[in-house]
């Protein structure tokens, strides 16, 4: 028998074998372990909103308030004759177009507006003006000047991942380490070199992360951009919905384009994971954690 | 002295927005500085923090415009950072390339001038080895210790075959152990590859163990170079001999008698 006093601190043998097997075979930590887990994996989440959903549901007619099993029923027509799935591809495509262009336009001049002091003071209150108006304010301007077509949504989407994107890429360039930059030169590295291998290389974080904010800009601008002119899409599901009181389809294209974005998302951070880690990309999650 | 690599004369510096000041006279951060540093020669700039050793270190390397005076290195004018003069910061982390191997590190310079990868491979591995981090070729900075680190920082000078080499406080951040392991490194490979060593620090001590000259920098307001004394006695060198004893005592007495050096 194992004596129960400690020899000395730090002593484990107070912990002897049937102890840990005891206290791990005990439903209560079972239980505790198995919600930890789905804690983590996100599924309680998921499972406390459907709850809260239900529940909220429960003192509304369906016409003002569907629970989900209502959601699910009403919206079953769209569901099963592939017009959900159609929406979502199509969406999905603007969004997309609209932020990779963002992207595309939106790095480069934040490398510049980051990189010389000339153009940052020259642009700032330009960003600092348009950053404050929303997209769907330009929703007739745009239409009326690029049309009804596809032009005017992906710009428009465009334009809310741009600015997002240009003060996350200067405010890198802003922050990068002198030394750095010093290091490079004294080295030997002309100023195209220490552009391309020191300063890009150095702020491919905060380049990711308004990458990671454009997309989530991107996302909440779909409604806009589908909201006149649009024959198919989720936005446009969720704006039209509202004249046939179809309020199960509101929340089915609510939720989709939620987990539209959330898998983007998902998507993107594993990229980050895979590609970029030796940059220092955090992927871990939105607080860091 | 005919083969001073590095010569100062009456250099003096005043930072710009010191300048725009219009009702104070300005301060000047260095005053007067004369210096010749010879090839392969270690020299300490010693002095407290906030005296202008870093300063003046900043323009040898060519970051920092001086104000009066002329610095030249190899009869040439200092106007830029140079290949020839390497420079090991006091914050590894702040200087090396986290996203690149400490291969890739050492062989930045080199990648940079356009030499072939056969060949820089053959002198990164020749100065990974030569400062001990054979084993670590392929690791990541994030993956290293700080002294570790600041073995990449020289390995990554010595392959660019910088002759002059600039170190500010570069063990001023390592834990005692390490410091001093590190020392004796830094004494090793300065034998072995004859690089001039301009090296500043405010540790008595370690100037005394690692300097061949030690210039003792005044702070304000007597800026400029207060004193160089010239330490004779032979590496490695121990500081429990009398000789060591008596000169750290004599510098010692500088800083605490000296009325603001």
Not at chain 1, 73 to 93: C, H, K, R, Y
Not at chain 1, 197 to 215: D, E, S, W
Not at chain 2, 87 to 100: G, H, K, M, R
Request: proline share 3%; hydrophobic share 45%; net charge positive.
């Amino acid at each position: 028998m194992n004596s129960r006093i400690s020899q000395y601190p730090g002593d484990l043998s107070i912990l002897d074998e049937n102890d840990v097997r005891r206290k791990k075979n005990n439903p209560l930590t079972i239980l505790q372990n198995f919600l930890r887990v789905l804690l983590k994996k996100g599924v309680l989440t998921w499972l406390v909103l459907a709850v809260i959903w239900s529940i909220a549901a429960l003192f509304y007619p369906p016409t003002f308030f569907p629970g989900i099993v209502q959601t699910l029923v009403g919206s079953q027509e769209i569901i099963l004759d592939g017009t959900l799935f159609q929406f979502v591809l199509i969406s999905a495509a603007r969004v997309y177009t609209g932020w990779l262009f963002g992207l595309v336009l939106g790095i480069p001049v934040g490398l510049f507006v980051g990189r010389s002091d000339i153009v940052r003071e020259l642009v700032e209150p330009f960003i600092n003006f348009f950053r404050f108006v929303p997209a769907i304010a330009f929703l007739t301007l745009f239409i009326m000047w690029f049309g009804v077509g596809e032009e005017s949504k992906v710009i428009l989407i465009m334009y809310s991942t741009f600015f997002i994107v240009v003060i996350n890429t200067a405010a890198g360039v802003i922050s990068i380490d002198k030394n750095k930059i010093q290091a490079a030169r004294s080295l030997g590295a002309n100023e195209r070199q220490i552009f391309f291998y020191v300063i890009i290389p150095a702020i491919i974080p905060q380049i990711f992360t308004g990458v990671r904010l454009g997309m989530g800009s991107a996302f909440t601008s779909i409604v806009a951009a589908e909201m006149l002119a649009a024959k198919e899409g989720i936005g446009y599901l969720i704006f039209t919905s509202r004249l046939y009181f179809h309020t199960d389809w509101i929340f089915i294209g609510l939720v989709t384009l939620g987990f539209m974005g959330f898998f983007s998302d998902k998507f993107l951070r594993f990229i980050g994971t895979v590609f970029l880690k030796k940059y220092g990309v955090k992927t871990e999650g939105n607080f860091g954690k | 002295m005919g083969n001073a690599v590095i010569k100062i004369e009456h250099l003096s510096k005043v930072y710009d927005n010191d300048l725009n000041k219009k009702r104070t006279r300005p301060e000047p951060v260095l005053w007067d500085i004369n210096l010749e540093i010879e090839k392969g020669e270690f020299h300490i700039l010693l002095g407290q923090s906030g005296c202008g050793k870093s300063t003046l270190l900043n323009i040898i390397a060519g970051f920092l415009n001086k104000t009066n005076g002329r610095i030249s290195v190899k009869g040439k004018e200092v106007s830029k950072p140079g290949q020839d003069r390497g420079v090991v910061f006091q914050n590894a982390d702040s200087a090396i390339f986290p996203w690149l191997t400490v291969r890739q590190n050492v062989e930045f310079g080199l990648k940079m001038q356009g030499i072939t990868k056969e060949k820089r491979h053959s002198i990164s591995e020749k100065y990974v080895q030569l400062v001990g981090l054979g084993v670590h070729t392929e690791k990541y900075p994030s993956e290293l210790s700080g002294g570790m680190k600041q073995r990449v920082q020289l390995a990554r000078i010595l392959a660019n075959d910088s002759e002059i080499l600039i170190m500010d406080e570069p063990f001023g951040a390592l834990d005692a152990q390490t410091r001093r392991v590190m020392q004796q490194e830094l004494i090793r490979i300065w034998q072995k590859t004859k690089k001039t060593i301009i090296f500043v620090t405010h540790d008595i001590q370690e100037a005394v163990l690692l300097g061949q000259k030690i210039s003792i920098i005044a702070s304000a307001p007597k800026v400029g170079i207060f004193k160089t004394y010239s330490i004779d006695f032979p590496y490695p060198r121990n500081e429990m001999d009398n000789a060591f004893r008596q000169q750290y005592l004599e510098i010692l007495g500088h800083f605490d008698f000296g009325r603001g050096i």
